[in-house]
């Protein structure tokens, strides 16, 4: 007996053109893509455009960009649902002609009132049939069509929760269109799923009371059944449901707060799915491909840890090369054009800082007091609390030793030796960076060559004198 052969993968994402790509649907894209390239499937790129009234195409370019920008190629689409109205107004009639649908009279008022007496005798809100036995058809009366849900227990096995179960008598006949031509989300979906051979779909658990609608429609129209997988909500780190401030920020607003594209597809990959080294947590995407597993991704929320962002960020910026990096930060318009002139002089400052920056955004307030004479009051300079007198004296000692310039470090060190390390090499670096926090005095004199070093010094000297 020969085996039949094996389904192909084909997964879709769908976002709606409503508002930018954000952060939870940029991770189930990201489950989508790594469980087609890990099983050699197909990702699809679908645009869920039916709701005219709020869609953009300056959306739908965001979501087209935002994508690109993480690395989430897609290898069908971009499709969308408003180029698909004779196929769904196809299975509208075809749900019609078979009375599995209905056009329903009802006013909003009837159905807001029928909903409130429902509420009030403590019984779930649903459609209560009153326009179910209309075999009509459509008249000049506002309507919408009905899909008559027969009352059963759906039962799926979704990869990540198990057996699943629902009582379809809970939710009542559901509209899944405003006319022949405008299909709602879940008549769409199902269509859209069957014509295009999705074989998993897999989804955040906010939409998984959507799927026993879904299957019922599927059922009626004689479609085969996707397998599901409804991916765990992303928690804040008390395990309440993460705020709007984070969840929905897009993911271009990622990118312009110095997120690097890499470090972001690392962060999703680890909301909710665990490799199988559970010590290790920075991965390329090529590895995460490799390793993903359905099978790894957990039932309970993924909590969303932003110190853990900025660090994963700030590993991804260490592994870049120099000049790379500048051509990150130059891409991103980090860099003033002034600043390009001597790019030896940048990479240079790029390998002493690298080490300090978070976030690429980080980088100009980092470095802008190598390229202008920084500004800072003159009791920065003082260390502890060591009298302002010895500070200057200390000061005026290591100004010759930076004049001479060879082996200065060595000679600034030994003055350490009978002056204090503190007393020396704070003010030292203050009047070289004028900042609290900066890389030490010496990789910045090396930076800065021995003139502007002596220059600075020399200021920090008379603001000591002058104060």
Same mark, same amino acid.
Request: overall charge negative; cysteine-free.
């Given at each position: 007996m020969t085996e039949s052969p094996k389904k192909e993968i084909r997964v879709r994402i769908a976002p709606s053109p409503t508002g930018p790509l954000h952060l939870g649907t940029a991770r189930t894209a990201l489950f989508n893509w790594l469980f087609a390239k890990n099983q050699n499937g197909t990702f699809i790129l679908r645009i869920e455009d039916t709701d005219l009234e709020r869609s953009d195409p300056k959306y739908e370019k965001d979501i087209l960009e935002s994508l690109s920008w993480l690395g989430l190629?897609?290898?069908?689409?971009?499709?969308?649902?408003?180029?698909r109205l004779d196929i769904y107004e196809k299975y509208i009639k075809k749900l019609l002609e078979e009375d599995k649908a209905y056009y329903c009279f009802c006013t909003k008022e009837t159905l807001e009132a029928e909903r409130q007496a429902m509420l009030s005798q403590g019984l779930p809100p649903k459609y209560g049939g009153c326009c179910r036995n209309n075999h009509e058809?459509?008249?000049?009366?506002?309507?919408?069509?009905?899909?008559?849900l027969p009352e059963t227990e759906v039962v799926f096995n979704d990869l990540v929760r198990g057996k699943v179960k629902f009582n379809t008598g809970l939710i009542g006949d559901i509209v899944i269109a405003k006319d022949l031509r405008t299909p709602l989300y879940n008549l769409a979906v199902v269509i859209?799923?069957?014509?295009?051979?999705?074989?998993?779909?897999?989804?955040?658990?906010?939409?998984?009371?959507?799927t026993p609608k879904q299957i019922m429609i599927q059922r009626a129209l004689g479609f085969n059944e996707?397998?599901?997988?409804?991916?765990?909500?992303?928690?804040?780190?008390?395990?309440r449901k993460l705020s709007k401030r984070y969840l929905e920020t897009s993911v271009n607003d990622y990118r312009n707060e110095g997120y690097l594209p890499e470090a972001m597809m690392n962060f999703m990959a680890l909301l909710g799915w665990h490799p199988k080294e559970d010590n290790r947590e920075v991965f390329g995407l090529e590895e995460l491909a490799r390793?993903?597993?359905?099978?790894?991704?957990?039932?309970?929320?993924?909590?969303?840890? $932003?110190?853990?962002?900025?660090?994963?960020?700030?590993?991804? #910026? %260490?592994? @870049?090369?120099?000049?790379?990096?500048?051509?990150?930060?130059?891409?991103?318009?980090?860099i003033p054009q002034t600043w390009l002139k001597n790019r030896e002089f940048l990479i240079k400052i790029i390998r002493i800082e690298r080490e300090r920056m978070k976030k690429l955004t980080d980088f100009p307030k980092l470095v802008n007091?190598?390229?202008e004479l920084p500004d800072y009051p003159a009791n920065l300079l003082i260390w502890d609390k060591t009298p302002k007198e010895d500070i200057l004296n200390n000061l005026q000692l290591i100004l010759p $030793?930076?004049?001479?310039?060879?082996?200065?470090?060595?000679? #600034? %060190?030994? @003055?350490?030796?009978?002056?204090?390390r503190g007393e020396i090499l704070?003010?030292?670096?203050?009047?070289?960076?004028?900042?609290?926090?900066?890389?030490?005095p010496f990789e910045i004199m090396e930076a800065l060559g021995r003139e502007e070093s002596l220059k600075r010094i020399e200021i920090a000297i008379k603001k000591l004198t002058n104060e």
């Open positions: 190629k897609w290898d069908e689409g971009p499709y969308r649902q408003s180029d058809p459509n008249s000049n009366r506002p309507s919408v069509i009905r899909f008559r859209d799923d069957f014509e295009m051979e999705i074989s998993h779909v897999i989804r955040g658990e906010d939409h998984i009371s959507n996707p397998i599901y997988a409804h991916l765990p909500l992303i928690l804040s780190s008390d395990r390793e993903f597993n359905l099978k790894r991704i957990q039932k309970g929320g993924a909590v969303f840890n $932003l110190e853990k962002l900025d660090w994963l960020n700030s590993q991804y #910026i %260490m592994r @870049l090369e120099p000049e790379e990096l500048v051509v990150r930060l130059e891409k991103e318009n980090l007091f190598f390229f $030793l930076v004049e001479n310039f060879t082996r200065v470090n060595d000679k #600034i %060190m030994a @003055l350490t030796e009978s002056r204090g704070w003010p030292l670096r203050v009047a070289l960076s004028g900042q609290v926090a900066s890389p030490g």
